[in-house]
């Protein structure tokens, strides 16, 4: 496999980033919670009475449904705070549930804030700040310790495997999680790497 510390490190963000778009909590936990950023900015569109900021959420073909969504609610949400809330809400559950919609992800249900998987939590506020450096450190810590735990256990399982049977089937449950779980990380710094070089052809081609 010819995986090195190094290389670990630079493919960190895309290995992390295909982790998170592959996983189905993660990707749960971000778009439909409270404090996400899709309901970051529809809450700052309702503030301003201004629905281009969630628009980049939707696909083209899914706005009308979004921008009748917010008229409807703006209409209705300056009646009395109860209303508002009622309203706001609407608007909420429509906006992620067109957006997962052209995800191809299933909706189910706004979640509440603060069950934001922490990684995520990272990469936003990477974004925000203009800085990778935090996250990239917590993330290779993450990868470093989940290698070497796996190989402590399945080096330390390996010097018995010989003595019975089932020191030798308590060996191979170790090594196996130990192999997928690199063999996981080899496989995204792969995926990933194709994906770049499609993607960059691709913008080539259009510009």
């Known amino acids: 496999m010819n995986i090195t510390l190094f290389s670990i490190r630079s493919w960190l963000p895309v290995v992390l980033t295909g982790f998170l778009l592959t996983s189905p909590s ?34 083209l073909e899914d ?15 300056k009646l009395n705070s109860a209303v508002r809330d009622l309203a706001d809400r609407y608007f909420f559950e429509t906006l992620v ?13 706004l979640k509440p804030a603060g069950s934001v998987d922490q990684a995520v939590v990272l990469a936003d506020q990477a974004l925000e700040t203009e800085s990778s ?14 290698i070497r735990d796996r190989y402590v256990e399945a080096a330390e399982r390996k010097k018995h495997s010989a003595s019975s049977v089932e020191a030798g089937r308590k060996f191979v449950e170790a090594y196996v999680v130990y192999v997928h779980f690199v063999e996981g990380l080899h496989r995204q710094m792969k995926d ?16």
Request: charged residues 30%.
């Open 26 to 59: 993660v990707a749960r936990a971000h778009c439909d919670t409270l404090d996400g950023p899709v309901i970051k900015d529809a809450r700052a569109a309702l503030d301003s009475g201004d629905v281009t900021s969630v628009l980049k959420w939707v696909r």
């Open 63 to 77: 706005e009308r449904e979004v921008r009748e969504a917010f008229e409807k609610t703006m209409a209705v949400r």
């Open 97 to 109: 549930r067109v957006h997962r919609l052209g995800e191809g992800a299933l909706y189910t249900g």
């Open 133 to 146: 450096e935090k996250l990239v450190k917590t993330l290779t810590e993450a990868v470093e310790n989940g």
């Open 192 to 207: 990933a790497g194709h994906h770049h070089n499609a993607d960059n052809g691709a913008g080539h081609e259009g510009h």
